[in-house]
T-cell receptor, first 113, second 113 residues
Framework: GNSVTQMEGPVTLSEEAFLTINCTYT??????LFWYVQYPGEGLQLLLK?????DKGSNKGFEATYRKETTSFHLEKGSVQVSDSAVYFC????????????FGQGTTLQVKP | NAGVTQTPKFQVLKTGQSMTLQCAQD?????MSWYRQDPGMGLRLIHY???????DQGEVPNGYNVSRSTTEDFPLRLLSAAPSQTSVYFC????????????FGSGTRLTVV
């Protein structure tokens, strides 16, 4: 079945450091891929998405490229801020009839001043 | 727009009690889902719906019922609460297809004692 694997956290970085959170997936066909962010005490917000191979999703300085050859969708940001501290979830949707999302376990990012 | 509205935000139940978690969306989305979030386990799908009158089970449906009488509303019923149902519950909605991405509510934190 379809699945998503994320790097385990927590990830602790200093402000202005480069961020990479790894995400790999297993799926049949051509799923859509998503990154969601959850700030403390809040629900999940869609951060970015990509719907076909080689697409790059971007938002708020974050980027991720849909790599079908490596089945990956790694999240990157060139310079993190304290306000980026949150839990990040990678997800895929491979069923267009239901749109069901399959989530990774989540990666906690803590950015220190 | 309000987006996805969940009520209540917090709830404490005694073992064996029943209750309904409310979810409403104002985006005319066909797809709606309920997830539970537990530490270290990410988000797990409880039930989902692809339109009014149509519901199906997700990964962890036992102990929960749903119905979808209107496009806007998708309540989740706990039939006889158990401590294992202590969790944070999220409702989400999406347009049709697999590339839309879900919009999440702010969650209900449920404690069963």
């Amino acid at each position: 079945g379809n699945s998503v694997t994320q790097m385990e956290g927590p990830v602790t970085l200093s402000e202005e450091a480069f961020l990479t959170i790894n995400c790999t997936y297993t799926a049949t066909g051509y799923p859509s891929l998503f990154w969601y962010v959850q700030y403390p005490g809040e629900g999940l917000q869609l951060l970015l998405k990509a719907t076909k191979a080689d697409d790059k999703g971007s938002n708020k300085g974050f980027e991720a490229t849909y790599r079908k050859e490596t089945t990956s969708f790694h999240l990157e940001k060139g310079s993190v801020q304290v306000s980026d501290s949150a839990v990040y979830f990678c997800a895929l949707s491979g069923d267009s009839n239901t749109g069901k999302l399959i989530f990774g376990q989540g990666t906690t990012l803590q950015v220190k001043p | 727009n309000a987006g996805v509205t969940q009520t209540p935000k917090f709830q404490v139940l005694k073992t064996g009690q029943s209750m309904t978690l409310q979810c409403a969306q104002d985006m005319n989305h066909e797809y709606m889902s309920w997830y539970r979030q537990d530490p270290g386990m990410g988000l797990r799908l409880i039930h989902y719906s692809v339109g009014a009158g149509i519901t199906d089970q997700g990964e962890v449906p036992n102990g929960y019922n749903v119905s979808r009488s209107t496009t806007e509303d998708f309540p989740l019923r706990l039939l006889s609460a158990a401590p294992s149902q202590t969790s944070v519950y999220f409702c989400a909605s999406s347009g049709t297809g697999s590339s839309y991405g879900y919009t999440f509510g702010s969650g209900t934190r449920l404690t069963v004692v």
